[in-house]
């Protein structure tokens, strides 16, 4: 009893110790210190030949040891430029209502397959720079293909009620790397309440598809052909659609009209969308390490990338 005793009493004592020696360590962290780090360029900007312009967003990198908080700034006396052969280039012209550099394509044209260059600088900052190369667009047979089911799985839930199960398929190009996704563009039309009930605005966004349920009950947004070379393309986008005869009716899209677009994304494209849906880690769990998201930036951070696109039915 008494051995009992004084195991269950060392353990308390080296418990609260490793307690109060962890609280130390973290209680002394000199975070008012002077931290040896450099503030880099942040560049962000994606090549599409089938685009009437190209925007380009130029920021910087904000400190995380300093007494001081800071916001993103947009650097817009910046110089950004690119180029098609790496000697000659064009300056781009800085846009203050969307705060992004631009160029349209009868400045700079875009082209399937080419080589790009890019390059910024400002003041203080050393200057960055990166390539990229466009990828082709292929006629890939892409189609939905709708199928009806009942009793079948979906993420481990059984589905005991009548829907219909709606498919994205396509034939991979062989003999490459690709990486493909679908974009939705939504043309909504609203009011501009600010002024009565008028006038009557059009715009529209563009999202990448939510969810590519693979057929092993993983979400896919961005998709790969590694290890599918050549293969016939099989996901299922969407679930649960109306029987037919039945009202399909959702508030958030009334007055809007989507169209869709298959994309083929540059590696570069593929592997920053990749890291960054991926980055949504656990903060509760303050001691793990967040991935970092994917750049290939030189002297700094962020994207420069390019994708090609078509429209489907």
């Given amino acids: 009893m008494n051995r009992i005793k004084i195991s269950r009493m060392f353990v308390v004592i080296f418990a609260t110790a490793f307690s109060f020696l962890f609280t130390a360590c973290i209680d002394d962290v000199p975070i008012d210190r002077e931290f040896n780090e450099t503030q880099k360029l942040v560049l962000y900007s994606r090549l599409c030949p089938q685009l009437d312009t190209t925007y380009i967003l130029l920021t910087n990198t904000k400190l995380i040891y300093t007494n001081t908080s800071q916001s993103m700034l947009i650097l817009k006396d910046g110089v950004v430029e690119l180029s098609a052969d790496g000697e000659h280039w064009v300056r781009a012209t800085f846009l203050p209502e969307k705060e992004h550099f631009f160029l349209t394509k009868e400045d700079f044209p875009i082209q399937e397959g080419a080589t790009y260059y890019i390059r910024a600088s400002y003041p203080g900052y ?23 089911a009942i009793g079948d799985v979906h993420l481990g839930e059984i589905y005991n009620w009548p829907h219909r199960d709606v498919y994205a398929e396509w034939r991979d190009v062989a003999g490459e790397e690709n990486y493909y996704a679908l974009m939705e563009k939504k043309l ?99 001691l793990l390490e967040p991935e970092h998201t994917y750049t290939n930036i030189e002297n700094g951070f962020g994207l420069f ?3 090609s696109m078509r429209k489907v039915q």
């Fill in 126 to 148: 050393e200057n960055v720079s990166s390539s990229c190369t466009v990828p082709y667009s292929h006629d890939v047979g892409f189609r939905f293909d709708t199928v009806s």
């Fill in 305 to 307: 990338g390019a994708f």
């Fill in 188 to 286: 909504q039309t609203y009011y501009d309440y600010g002024n009565g009930y008028g006038p009557v605005i059009t715009s529209y966004y563009w999202t990448f598809y939510t969810v590519w349920m693979y057929l092993n009950n993983q979400d896919y947004q961005y998709v790969s052909d590694e290890g599918y070379d050549g293969a016939l393309m099989r996901f299922m986008v969407e679930e649960g659609m109306p029987e037919e005869g039945e009202e399909y009716w959702d508030e958030d899209e009334e007055d809007q009209e989507k169209e869709y677009y298959f994309l083929f994304l540059d590696r570069n494209c593929y592997l920053y969308e990749r890291t960054l849906h991926e980055n949504d880690f656990d903060m509760n769990f303050l």
